[in-house]
């Protein structure tokens, strides 16, 4: 049965939802300028027809009046600020250009001409020219482009939308790392109190294993020897609690060791069907900076899901890796169920379990041991449905 707690599904379609907004607003406002820019693109035509009108007015040959309108067109021509735009005459040559911004310095005027012409037959692509009637047959043309204005505003719903996404990270990061910050306090907290309340049973219990070691005719030895061991175990775990709940502190330590005795420990504890093995590519003496007691509760907690995860029967391999850049790597394979992609992240998180019995919070302790304690990596390094599942766990070993 897989289990989940109810934030995290919730916190999914709130993700969604704000997709969808943002898509929503991104191709509205992408509609919207689109209208815009077409309005905008027919306003920028009739002026250019207008230009092209003046033009008309002012060389044309066929209008006696012209002379009295000579001002008002001149007004026409000097008012164009804004829309490149490029004349040619009835014999095909560029008589004059208007706006055009990226005419390089220093040509001499074949190499303008020459531009102008290129730049002529860019302005075609994107609109007709208009005509220009000079009278007596004679056609001259008006090329044009859009205005730096309407350019600017194309680019605007994807500058809004940039803005929006940004905005969009921001607010998940604040939200994601206040919530984070809270789960730390509910982990602390937790712990201490663990640790706290553990406190006081455990050492009325070594004072009676001490009680019962004094007494042997009363007591059996063997007894008080298990139940000694029992409470050094339960001692163990207060102690782990104990370490989470506070900063814990790091010591050099030998890797290879510390893995040895722990597997050596563990192989003892669990079913005999499970062939562990153990290899190390480190030098034997290879430290390596770790808080022992959770680095331990690492490990256990990834070999207990590995046992699991082959109902008790299969193959347990922890190979430790030197890596570049002075780093090392624990690999602890299993021959178990394996992880479909679909759970590779979810495992880690609180509550995620497939186990009737399972807390789900195995991995997380583990993952936050790992990462926040100790600066290193945890994840699935690899796993396949059926065949088995590779945890990896990378420290910084310099
Ligand atoms: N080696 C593995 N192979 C296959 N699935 C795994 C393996 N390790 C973990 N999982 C999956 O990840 C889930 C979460 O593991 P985690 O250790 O966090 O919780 P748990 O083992 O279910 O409960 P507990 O809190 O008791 O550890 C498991 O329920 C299991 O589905
Ligand atoms: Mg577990």
Redesign the pocket.
Same mark, same amino acid.
């Given at each position: 049965m897989l289990k989940s707690f109810d934030i995290y599904s919730q916190n999914n379609i709130l993700k969604i939802i704000v997709a969808l907004n943002l898509l929503l607003v991104g191709t509205g406002s992408l509609l919207y300028t689109d209208r815009l820019i077409t309005k905008l693109e027919d306003r920028e035509k009739q002026y250019v027809q207008l230009y092209a009108n003046g033009i008309g007015y002012l060389f044309g040959s066929s209008h006696p009046d012209a002379g009295d309108l000579t001002f008002v067109t001149d007004q026409i021509l000097q008012a164009n600020t804004t829309i490149p735009a490029i004349y040619v005459n009835a014999d095909g040559a560029v008589a004059f250009s208007k706006n055009i911004d990226d005419i390089p310095d220093g040509l001499t005027p074949e190499e303008k001409n020459q531009f102008l012409q290129r730049k002529k037959l860019e302005m075609r692509k994107k609109h007709k020219p208009l005509v220009v009637d000079l009278g007596d047959g004679q056609l001259g043309l008006v090329y044009y482009a859009n205005s730096s204005l309407l350019r600017q505003l194309a680019y605007f719903p994807y500058a809004l939308l940039t803005v929006m996404a940004a905005l969009g990270v921001l607010a998940y990061l604040a939200f994601s790392s206040s919530r984070r910050a809270e789960q730390n306090r509910v982990w602390v907290g937790l712990a201490k109190e663990t640790a706290h309340q553990l406190g006081t049973p455990m050492s009325s219990l070594m004072a009676w294993v001490e009680y019962m070691r004094s007494d042997p005719d009363q007591f059996d030895g063997s007894i008080t020897d298990e139940i000694a061991k029992d409470v050094q175990r339960l001692e163990t775990i207060t102690s782990r609690f104990s370490s989470i709940g506070s900063v814990p502190t790091l010591k050099e330590e030998n890797l290879n060791e510390v893995v040895q005795q722990f597997t050596d420990y563990l192989a003892k504890r669990i079913s005999t069907k499970v062939k562990m093995t153990l290899a190390s590519q480190l030098p034997p003496d290879k430290m390596v900076r770790i808080n022992k007691l959770l680095f331990e509760w690492v490990i256990e !907690? /990834?070999c &207990? !899901? #590995?046992v699991? #995860?082959m109902k008790g029967v299969g193959e347990l391999r922890l190979n430790i890796v030197a890596l570049p850049h002075q780093e090392v790597a624990i690999d602890i394979t299993?021959t178990? &169920?394996? /992880?479909s992609k679909a !759970?590779m992240q979810k495992?880690f998180s609180p509550g *995620? =379990? $497939? &186990?009737k019995?399972?807390?789900? +919070?195995? +991995?997380?302790l583990a993952k936050r041991i790992v990462e926040e304690y100790h600066s290193g990596k945890l994840f699935v390094k690899s =796993?396949e449905v059926g065949k088995g $599942?590779t *945890?990896r766990i990378v420290l910084n070993a310099s």
């Open positions: !907690n /990834i &207990k !899901n #590995a699991d #995860a299993d178990g &169920k394996g /992880i !759970n495992v *995620f =379990s $497939t &186990k019995r399972g807390w789900g +919070l195995g +991995l997380t =796993s $599942t *945890f």
